[in-house]
């Protein structure tokens, strides 16, 4: 039960992902800022069809190698539990894509946004990237010290 909805709740981040790429496309300049120093001096531009395809590749090369490795899991008899954990990596993914698509879109909008405020959530992503890492390395290794002691 508990998978279903995991599963379920990974599949529509990979829809909203799509949605916020897709409205971050539609704001963007001509020329997107990537890079800046650390007086705020813009650094590096890209095309904004470059910045568009770049990510939605990554993202969709990400998520397919997330889904084949649940897929994988799920297969697996005596990892099957595991597969929850996938789909929750697969959402903390995409939640780090979004807080960085977002971020780009603030950096290069019109407005007067003090986005220094809002450059702590992509740490906050990767702390929970980290996180993920280390609860599923021991889910991982509890499953293993089982079946060692079961044989």
């Not at 704001?27 to 007086?39: I, W």
């Not at 809002?118 to 079946?147: C, D, E, H, P, Q």
Request: net charge neutral.
């Amino acid at each position: 039960m508990i998978g279903n909805l995991l599963r379920g709740l990974g599949s529509v981040s990979i829809f909203v992902l799509a949605a916020v790429l897709l409205f971050a496309y539609a704001n963007l300049p001509d020329q997107v800022l990537v890079l800046m120093s650390e007086t705020g001096e813009p650094l590096q531009y890209i095309p904004k069809n470059l910045f568009f395809y770049a990510m939605l590749s990554a993202s969709a090369v990400i998520n397919i190698a997330l889904i084949y490795l649940a897929r994988l899991v799920k297969s697996s008899q005596h990892f099957k539990s595991m597969k929850g954990w996938i789909w929750i990596l697969v959402m903390m993914v995409n939640m780090f894509l979004m807080i960085s698509i977002t971020f780009i879109s603030i950096l290069n909008g019109e407005e007067n946004f003090d986005y220094s405020n809002f450059g702590y959530l992509v740490y906050v992503g990767l702390g929970f990237l980290v996180l993920w890492v280390a609860g599923a390395t021991i889910r991982y290794l509890a499953i293993k010290i089982s079946l060692n002691v079961e044989h």
